[in-house]
């Protein structure tokens, strides 16, 4: 089975989309794939998902409603196979936890899927408008899409 984080700040608007959309498309592809998310913040914990990130998700047949935020703690490490940060502030911030090398390399940034080595970040929409979330939606939509594509050809184990 392979493993996969999905990582952001606060655990409510990003990786909250980046594993529904993740999880749905596991289902629907019938793969054996674990998707969880977290946050390298502590401010949202035990929260579900931002109302806007919800709306969007369900105008879009996704639901993430029952997801609820967490902290990322380093026993991720152990937990994880690829753990995909939304934007480069995530990724250091869990790099350094990281307990060795094997470790570091589990770590991605999600955009560099679907545009390699340009180091993208997903747009915070938490001060933005519905519009911004849309665009979240898309961007790891299309992300995600490359992920199952990777997993089905055997590149993400
Ligand atoms: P996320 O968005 O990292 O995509 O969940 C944010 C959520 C909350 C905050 C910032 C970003 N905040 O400052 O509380």
């Not at 969007?56 to 196979?81: C, G, H, P, S, Y």
């Not at 995909?84 to 869990?94: P, S």
């Amino acid at each position: 089975m392979t493993r996969i984080l999905m990582v952001c700040l606060g655990n409510i608007c990003r990786s909250p989309i980046a594993d529904g959309l993740l999880r749905r498309k596991v289902k629907e592809n019938n793969l054996d794939v674990l998707v969880d998310s977290a946050g390298t913040a502590n401010y949202h914990i035990g929260k579900k998902p931002d109302h806007r990130m919800c709306q969007t998700a369900q105008a879009n047949q996704t639901n993430i409603d029952e997801l609820r935020a967490r902290q990322f703690t380093v026993d991720d490490f152990q937990k994880f196979d690829q753990i995909y940060a939304m934007d480069l502030e995530n990724y250091r911030n869990i790099i350094k936890l990281a307990p060795n090398k094997a470790d570091v390399s589990k770590v991605k940034l999600i955009l560099n899927e679907l545009f390699p080595d340009e180091n993208k970040a997903v747009p915070d929409p938490y001060y933005g408008t519905q519009k911004d979330f849309q665009e979240v939606y898309d961007l790891l939509d299309h992300a995600t899409d490359v992920v199952i594509s990777k997993i089905k050809n055997g590149t993400i184990r």
